[in-house]
């Protein structure tokens, strides 16, 4: 992750280098829905969860120090088991974002950032847990006037998935219970496309 930060730094300064921008400070605050697409989860006992794709949505407050952004992301979606509809699994992720945006024309920005927090993941058939999560963002947006802004955005989200739990877990080898969520350690890679508005004040 500090890798990953260095290198959008290091985007920005390049940018600045050659591009003279106007100050661009305040706040912002955004709404946004679109679609999730999952990656597959492997258990304890490598039993495999193919959660279905579903759709999203979120907020995010940021402060906006000279074309650089600061803030809190949050966002929900709730999906299933693709071979069992009754096993619903809730994802509710809280990140601290950090992003750089420059101009592509006089209305037009593009954004690029980092994101580091938890994802809170909640079956309906056992407890919610808290995971470490982190990943990359990338988009455009388009302003409106008068201090909105629309933008479409994707976003990568990887969540490192491990936990203890032993609510449908057997721990007994001899048996042929597939323990279907109870993980050693696997990361659920999550990608996010987007589109939302967005108000700077």
């Known amino acids: 992750m500090k890798n990953i930060l260095c290198l959008i730094t290091s985007l920005g300064l390049l940018s600045s280098a050659n591009v003279a921008f106007a100050d661009d400070s305040g706040f912002g605050v955004s709404v ?53 509809a009754i096993a619903k699994v809730d994802m509710e992720y809280l990140l601290f974002q950090s992003a750089i945006e420059r101009p592509i024309s006089q209305n037009i920005n593009y954004f690029i950032g980092a994101q580091i927090g938890v994802n809170r993941i909640t079956p309906n058939f056992a407890e919610s847990d808290d995971f470490f999560a982190s990943g990359l963002f990338t988009g455009v947006d388009y302003s409106i006037g008068a201090g909105f802004h629309a933008f479409t955005e994707l976003r990568w989200m990887a969540t490192i998935v491990k936990n203890s739990s032993s609510v449908v877990c057997d ?17 659920l890679n999550q990608f996010q496309l987007s589109a939302g508005i967005n108000y700077r004040f």
Do not use: M
Request: aromatic share 18%; net charge negative.
């Open 32 to 84: 946004f829905g679109g679609y999730s697409t999952n990656h597959d989860l492997t258990t304890s006992k490598n039993f495999t969860i193919d959660l279905e794709d579903n759709s999203h949505f979120g907020f995010s407050a940021d402060r906006i120090v000279n074309s650089t952004r600061y803030g809190l992301f949050y966002s929900f979606n709730e999906t299933e088991f693709a071979d069992n």
């Open 171 to 187: 721990d007994d080898p001899q048996t042929t219970d597939n323990c279907i969520w109870h993980f050693d350690g696997d990361v």
